[in-house]
């Protein structure tokens, strides 16, 4: 009788747990964290992400450049959720930097990308810098005959 | 038999090291071809027409030319330092400011006495009679019993037997005449004319001191004491330094520096120096005052291009600014290749200057009508590289002080105005480099990352 009133107890305990452990809602997705760097793995503040059928663009945390979400929501009106298996792609951009166009295939969890992006490198060497004329050149007299 | 192991690093090192003095060949076999100096013949200044020049030549056309060119800016006409192979050219004047080259001093003379010859007052006679002393400091400096002066104490009289030649090779003034010479070092008697008189006759110059004991003649015989002789002499004007070949009697006349022409009339004259660096102050005092007076734009326009032109030869950037910006504010913007150097000078500081950059490179293209061909193409590309490139200046201070900094919809309305111009800039250059089959890479980069939209970019 006592071992019963254990057993019971026991299989009390247990289905909370089972309760708790029950899988996110479909609505919610699976949350998806993107992390922009630069060439020395510092992160860039002023970074952008945007799918390409997006209108909006989401600027990462300035701190650490990172930028997290499980849901986005399209021009149309529909809701473009992360989940498991799905390919996303993703733009990320940020001023002085070349964009980067990515794809990535979430998983259940654990969904962090890191990725760099290399500075544009500005080279103001291939202009030519012009000659200053001194401006002498006068135009000809109408009755002086043209040069030979 | 073979070597151990161990031993062939070494050997290979000792070969190695044995290897690398075949390789370091010196200078010399180029220094003909590649001369350290600016001078053709290897002096700092250089010999023109057979007298050292102040560092330019002239043309035909009395044009100043460089040193060292070889041939004619304006008439590519070959100068005299055409050829880069000749060989240094003799120096024959004083070296260090020291004299040249000293005569030989005669056998030593020693005193006879003349136990007869009583003549001499020695007590007048600390000086006055020498033997050749030409500046009068070797005579006077001497010590009164030093007996090769023919200064004689004691009652001695001395009679000189030492005679030079009556024309010798001096350098006047700081050479043998004098003032070279110290009070107190050894005369030499052999380096004037030997004259019976000791009057005249002389080289004396600047080096002599009034009322010091001197004489320039030799005397033979009785020697009187002249302690006047310095001012019968120094009648003669002031020598160079110049070494010259003069006869004992010749006078050097003073080399009278030309005033200098400081007159800014004549702009075409004044052209081969601005385009040196090398006008005077006089010179650029003179073509300040006309921007300020000259009452015709046209004029003021020729005369601040020259300051212009100095300036950026002279490699004064800060002089070259102010009077940029004075040229493109107040006289003149229409020539888009001042504007397009202006931009391109304010390109390369920070962002602060960037709307500088964007406004004379939009003035720059308002005019790029002027010019043509692959000239046209290559400015214009450079114009809207420049633009585009300082609105991506702004853009990024713009998003990195919202971002990093307290937000507020202002730097956020800020960031994306910037953002939306460097947009624009970078898409007219993209487009201009796509039409004329230049360069795109750059331009690609900008227009997508303003953008945030490759097809925005690609989309014709």
Request: hydrophobic share 35%; net charge neutral.
């Amino acid at each position: 009788m006592r071992v019963f009133a254990m057993l019971v107890m026991l299989v009390g305990m247990l289905l909370p747990g089972v309760a708790a452990a029950k899988p996110a809602k479909e609505s919610e997705g699976v949350p998806v964290r993107v992390i922009v760097l630069d060439a020395e793995r510092a992160p860039i503040s002023t970074a952008v992400i945007r799918h390409p059928l997006e209108a909006d663009r989401h600027r990462v945390n300035s701190v650490d450049g990172s930028w997290e979400a499980s849901i986005l929501y399209m021009p149309d009106g529909s809701e473009l959720r992360f989940t498991p298996g799905m390919t996303l792609e993703l733009e990320i951009s940020a001023p002085g930097y070349m964009t980067q166009v990515f794809q990535y295939q979430v998983r259940k969890r654990k969904n962090v990308v890191e990725l760099s992006l290399p500075k544009i490198e500005m080279d103001d060497t291939t202009i030519e810098e012009p000659v200053i004329s001194f401006g002498r050149d006068l135009p000809r007299e109408p009755n002086e005959a043209p040069p030979q | 038999m073979r070597p151990p192991k161990m031993f062939r690093p070494v050997s290979m090192a000792i070969l190695a090291a044995l290897a690398l003095p075949a390789f370091a060949s010196g200078w010399s076999p180029f220094e003909n071809t590649f001369p350290a100096l600016p001078c053709q013949d290897g002096w700092a200044a250089c010999l023109v027409d057979g007298t050292v020049g102040g560092g330019v030549l002239k043309d035909a056309a009395g044009r100043p030319l460089p040193a060292d060119a070889r041939f004619g800016w304006f008439d590519l006409k070959a100068t005299q330092n055409v050829s880069p192979f000749t060989t240094l050219s003799a120096y024959n004047g004083p070296i260090g400011g020291a004299v040249a080259e000293a005569p030989q001093p005669p056998p030593e003379v020693r005193p006879t006495r003349t136990p007869d010859s009583q003549v001499a007052d020695t007590t007048q006679n600390n000086g006055g009679s020498t033997t050749s002393a030409e500046g009068g400091w070797s005579s006077g400096g001497k010590s009164p019993s030093d007996p090769s002066t023919g200064a004689s104490t004691g009652g001695s009289t001395v009679t000189p037997t030492a005679v030079a030649s009556n024309t010798t090779t001096t350098t006047t003034g700081a050479s043998t005449s004098g003032s070279g010479m110290r009070p107190g070092s050894p005369s030499n008697p052999a380096t004037t004319g030997t004259t019976t008189t000791p009057t005249t006759t002389t080289t004396s110059g600047g080096g002599m001191r009034p009322g010091s004991p001197s004489s320039t003649g030799t005397t033979t015989g009785t020697m009187a004491p002249t302690p006047g002789t310095a001012q019968t002499v120094s009648n003669t004007p002031p020598v160079t330094s110049n070494p010259t070949t003069t006869t004992n009697n010749a006078v050097v006349a003073p080399v009278a520096s030309a005033p200098q022409d400081d007159s800014c009339d004549d702009l075409v004259k004044l052209e081969p120096s601005a385009m040196m660096g090398q006008l005077r102050v006089g010179q650029s005092k003179c073509l300040e005052g006309r921007v300020a007076s000259e009452g015709q734009q046209t004029t003021k326009d020729k005369v601040s291009r020259i300051m212009i032109t100095n300036a950026e030869a002279k490699g004064d950037k800060s002089e070259w600014e102010r009077l940029m910006k004075r040229h493109l504010e107040d006289i003149d913007r229409s020539d888009p290749d001042l504007c397009f150097k202006y931009a391109l000078h304010l390109s390369r500081g920070g962002t602060g200057r960037a709307q500088g950059v964007i406004r004379w490179a939009d003035y720059a293209l308002e005019n790029k009508a002027k010019w043509s061909g692959q000239t046209y193409k290559t400015r214009v590309f450079g114009l809207y590289k420049l633009r585009a490139e300082a609105a991506n200046k702004l853009w990024q201070e713009a998003e990195k002080e919202f971002a990093e900094g307290e937000r507020s919809d202002e730097k956020e309305a800020k960031a994306a105005k910037y953002r939306g111009q460097a947009k624009d800039y970078a898409r007219e250059w993209l487009d201009y480099a796509k039409a004329s089959t230049q360069d795109t890479k750059t331009a690609m980069a900008l227009c997508v990352s303003s953008s945030g939209n490759r097809a925005f970019c690609e989309g014709g």
